[in-house]
């Protein structure tokens, strides 16, 4: 079951809907508090990794709705895309970085949020590749992951930057 997507359609359907909608708000938020937004360094930075990290909830489950594609080529895919927005959100996340010495807290609280979001998709990837250890699972992870982390830095686009 980890390792057949046929299985899993269902979540890669609901998936691939919430996450645009939500990515599809937070382009509403933004385009709404711009100005705000652009006063505060780090910000854009911050609304373009929340875009990143419900980009990467869309992709993965479209890319898990392929029919008749074998498990080691998803994973690839997986692969791909977890490298590819993790190396994008990072060099994002080191822009939103407060200046001077951030807390540990901050710090790990931004770990969290981009990594959640992408590193059980390349997880993921090489257990289907391999067929062992978790195979989708880890995607379902990262799915889960990806979208709170996409709304936690909403809340902050929209609400905190207000306060």
Same mark, same amino acid.
């Given at each position: 079951?980890?390792?057949? @997507?046929?299985? *899993?359609?269902?979540?890669?359907?609901?998936?691939?809907?919430a996450s645009a909608a939500l990515a599809g708000l937070v382009f509403v938020a933004v385009?709404?508090? &711009?100005? +705000?937004?652009?006063?505060?360094?780090?910000?854009?930075? +911050?609304?373009l990794e929340t875009?990143? %990290?419900?980009?990467?909830?869309?992709? &993965?489950?479209?890319?898990? %709705?392929?029919p008749g594609q074998s498990a080691t080529a998803l994973g690839i895919e997986l692969l791909l895309v977890g490298l590819a927005l993790a190396?994008?959100? &990072?060099?994002?996340? @080191?822009? @939103?970085l407060p200046e001077g010495s951030p807390t540990t807290s901050h710090l790990l609280g931004r770990l969290l949020l981009w990594a959640g979001g992408t590193v059980?998709?390349?997880?993921?990837?090489?257990?289907?590749i391999a067929e062992t250890g978790g195979g989708l699972y880890w995607v379902a992870a990262g799915i889960l992951l990806g979208i709170v $982390? $996409?709304?936690?830095?909403? *809340?902050?686009?929209l609400v905190e930057i207000l306060r």
């Open positions: 079951m980890a390792y057949d @997507t046929s299985e *899993w359609t269902e979540l890669f359907v609901a998936s691939a809907g385009s709404i508090n &711009v100005e +705000r937004i652009l006063q505060f360094p780090g910000l854009p930075e +911050r609304a875009v990143l %990290l419900l980009l990467a909830v869309v992709l &993965v489950s479209l890319m898990g %709705l392929i190396a994008m959100i &990072v060099k994002q996340s @080191t822009k @939103t059980p998709f390349v997880v993921g990837g090489a257990s289907l $982390g $996409g709304v936690a830095n909403a *809340w902050v686009l």
